[in-house]
């Protein structure tokens, strides 16, 4: 696998020790800002599709009827 939650977990890390860069100021400063937005937005949507896929697979693993089909996104 190429990006973890791991890598994510390291790219906000980095990101908090850019943003407490003291020398960052005026325009620097508000880049960094919109990146961090930017990078915040994106670690949700990445959370949120993690969160999903563990829902999903606890809804296989509780399912009475393991016969029964699942819908094609969620296929393995």
């Known amino acids: 696998m190429r990006n973890t939650l791991g890598d994510l977990n390291n790219h906000l890390f980095m990101q908090i020790e850019r943003l407490n860069d003291e020398e960052l100021n005026g325009e620097q400063l508000l880049e ?14 990445i959370i949120e599709n993690g969160k999903l896929v563990l829902d999903s697979q606890k809804f296989m693993d509780e399912r009475p009827n393991t016969k029964s089909s699942v819908p094609k996104m969620l296929e393995g």
């Open 32 to 45: 960094e800002l919109k990146r961090s937005k930017a990078i915040a937005d994106v670690a949700g949507k």
